[in-house]
């Protein structure tokens, strides 16, 4: 990835378009957990827990394709792999467990990322800061909310899906200038390639847990396009 000089970065007046989990705070680790407890819950005797966790992630692409992001949809993956797999309709008590996982992802405390939130305050101070994240509406911002971090935005996107319509449509409905305009983030799939092809600059902050879904080889910038990949988010006040 391109190693982009600093001082044409550290001028003010850039727009960054910046992801919410895994980015910002802890989420998918929670989910992990919630997987993992769902796996022992199941405890097939044919499939491995490999196998079950394949056949969860189809579960969840079919699920989401249907019924969109957000833990309504995490439910209903989880009692329809265990339909799949265990080959009888849940029943009252087991459907009540398998919403109790989903339910401790609900209740969580936010984790914020090492020096985010001093991160955002600093370039705040410098560039345009909007939050770019997909998912339910209601479950997005009530973790903006607890996490103390809405003040740092002048705007929040909750979107359906993160792809290059959306980037367009964004960068238009923002009047963002695609030369100054960066989307930041830890999602190869939502975050760094829909905006490379949307004409945007990207920054690829790697998370060790990002969603297995949510993987795939980041693509090399267009002529005239940056990439950046950066260690950790407060690397950011490197480069703005």
Known sequence: MENVPQPPLRSPGHTLLIDADDTLWENNIYFERAIASFISYLDHQVHT???VREHLNHCEHSTIAAHGYGLRSFRR???????????????????????SFADAIAHHEI???PRVSETLSDLATRHRLILVTKGDPEEQT????????????????????KHHEAYVA?????RCDASTTWMIGNSPR????????AGLHAIFIPHDFTWV???ETVQQPP???????????FDLLNHF
């Open 49 to 51: 827990p490999v196998e």
């Open 77 to 99: 993956s989880l009692v329809d792999c265990f339909e799949q797999l265990s080959g009888s309709t849940v029943t009252y008590e087991q459907h009540r467990r398998l919403h």
């Open 111 to 113: 984790e914020l990322l």
């Open 142 to 161: 009530g973790k903006l909310h607890r996490s103390g971090l809405t003040p740092h935005f002048s705007a929040v996107e909750v979107l359906p899906e």
């Open 170 to 174: 964004l960068s238009e409905h923002h």
């Open 190 to 197: 939502s975050d760094i390639n829909p905006a490379l092809n």
């Open 213 to 215: 879904l949510e993987h």
């Open 223 to 233: 002529a005239g396009q940056h990439l950046l990949e950066l260690p950790a988010f």
